[in-house]
């Protein structure tokens, strides 16, 4: 096995055209087995799996600040500036909503009710400290070297160390990891974008509240900043040049959308920023074009956060002049299936590398088996194909596996089947509650056992239903064995078990009873 998968490996670099460096065989021993680079999710899986497999193993992480001077500390985007304090702020909105249903249910609460940004920041700040201090002690624990200092490659084995008094050192390794992650774009094309404006990297470590903001992009980040704003009673526009939530499957991006919209979430469709300027009252005026009539616009801001993509840490790691391949277009590294570069010691996981899913649970999974493979412990390699995903948007998606556009890309429109509804959550009923965008779609083959290809889902917990279903996707289940699974009753969870019109039949696809 070990002898088919080098020669797998081999066979795929020099399709690629690259030129094998030779190994220097008679190299004398190194500083370390393994040195990473970036101390985020996937790389500090991949440290702490190394060491417990008997590795000698250091992490060096530093977190440059933000444009506006935001810092944190270890543990990387998701757990300081993403998935982490996204969650809870998105929790926080819940909240606000769930207090308006409960006048419903009988629960008498004082009016006004009102949100106070400064309390909520601070205890998901002070959680979000917890967990770097946690991540240094299981460091510790493993005996894993964490050196707060930013590396750069001198060559394939040695690693250039800079803390921040700017005092250098050089480490040597067996085996290099890269996993710096990414960071925020801004438009550096539009005037006042970097002076006057924010980031995700900076939106959930603010003090005060950021008030009236203007969200530019409609990605996942984008949606659901604006979405836990609205939530917390602030107004929040989104700005979309063309469409939401790319990549994702597109009609369920609407029905996100739209609920967001129906939630209080104003939308500008269309339209690009020109400009961004302060004016002496502090508010923020934004100048913006729309695309259709090429018309101009302007309204002020108490902020504007950008949203507009990330880009790669790669810049100041040395990697061209190491050998280390990058994507023109995207400044990533390039990967091959075990995600070694196209330096033979020299690998690369999570957000930096080309062609992977920018999510913290597939960097996780992706370090822990590489650390095993470079110990000599296994040969498994990740597998990035059917990764189930949550926005966390109001009403929040889920989803697993091919869109419908995907899927008929693929296997052709009339090679597939798709089955749908819509449904209404109990929790919805006594609130009054609108389900018009609650939906949920089942994307399968459509001949033979009818694999399932794509699941859809809009509504209630859609993490924790996405998650259960993706095991399926695992063993290859079909629509058949999704129908003969027992549903719990009552639970939005149950609607899968019981999907059965398809879009091609034509008939309603509104859930009526239970």
Not at 186 to 196: D, K, M
Request: charged content about 20%; proline content about 4%.
């Amino acid at each position: 096995m070990a002898a088919f998968y080098s020669r797998h490996r081999l066979k795929h670099w020099c399709s690629f055209g690259f030129q094998l460096p030779k190994r220097n065989l008679t190299a004398g021993k190194f500083d370390y087995d393994l040195v990473v680079i970036g101390g985020g999710s996937g790389g500090l899986a991949c440290s702490k799996e190394a060491a417990q497999l008997g590795q000698k193993v250091a992490v060096l992480d530093y977190v440059e600040p933000s444009v506006r001077g935001t810092k944190w500390g270890l543990g990387g985007t998701c757990v300081n500036v993403g998935c982490i304090p996204k969650k809870l702020m998105h929790q926080a909105a819940l909240l606000g909503s769930a207090m308006k249903d409960a006048k419903k249910y009988g629960w008498q609460i004082p009016e006004p009710v009102s949100h106070d940004w400064a309390t909520m920041a601070e205890a998901v700040q002070n959680y979000v400290r917890s967990l770097n201090w946690g991540h240094r002690v299981q460091l510790q624990d493993r005996k894993v070297k964490y050196l707060n200092m930013k590396g750069s490659l001198v060559d394939e084995h040695t690693i250039r160390c800079v803390n921040a008094r700017g005092k250098e050192m050089t480490v040597t390794a067996r085996n290099v990891v890269l996993a710096t992650g990414g960071r925020p774009k801004y438009p550096t094309h539009v005037p006042g974008a970097l002076e006057f404006g924010i980031s995700s990297d900076d939106l959930f470590w603010l003090k005060e509240s950021p008030g009236k903001t203007l969200v530019v992009g409609a990605s996942y980040v984008g949606l659901e900043c604006a979405g836990f704003l609205t939530g917390i009673g602030l107004d929040a526009t989104v700005m979309v040049r063309s469409i939401a939530l790319r990549g994702f499957d597109q009609q369920m991006s609407r029905l996100v959308t739209e609920y967001m919209e129906a939630y209080g979430t104003r939308f500008s469709w269309g339209c690009v920023p020109k400009k961004v300027e302060k004016l002496p009252s502090g508010l923020l005026q934004v100048t913006w074009t729309d695309t259709q009539s090429r018309q101009e616009h302007q309204e002020t801001f108490d902020s504007v956060l950008w949203a507009v993509g990330r880009s790669p840490e790669t810049k100041t790691l040395n990697l061209k002049q190491v050998g280390v391949k990058l994507n023109g277009d995207t400044g990533k590294v390039i990967v091959a299936d075990d995600e070694r570069t196209s330096v033979p010691n020299i690998y690369a996981i999570g957000d930096i590398a080309q062609s992977r899913p920018e999510l913290t649970p597939t960097a996780i999974h992706a370090g822990r088996l590489l650390a095993r493979r470079l110990a000599g412990d296994s040969s498994k390699l990740m597998d990035y194909d059917n990764v189930p995903t949550t926005v966390f948007t109001p009403l929040e998606y889920g989803c697993v596996g091919l869109s419908e556009e995907e899927a008929e890309r693929r296997y052709g429109k009339d090679n597939i089947e798709v089955y749908h509804a819509f449904y209404k959550p109990l929790e919805f009923t006594v609130a009054e509650r609108d389900a018009s965008q609650c939906y949920i779609k089942v994307v399968c083959e459509r001949d033979g056992g009818q694999r399932v290809l794509g699941l859809h889902f809009t509504g209630p917990n859609a993490g924790e239903v996405t998650q259960g279903f993706a095991l399926g996707f695992q063993c290859g289940f079909t629509y058949a064995q999704l129908r003969e699974t027992v549903g719990i009753h009552p639970t939005c969870a149950e609607e899968l078990t019981k999907i059965n019109i398809t879009k091609r039949s034509g008939l309603d696809a509104t859930v009526t009873g239970c």
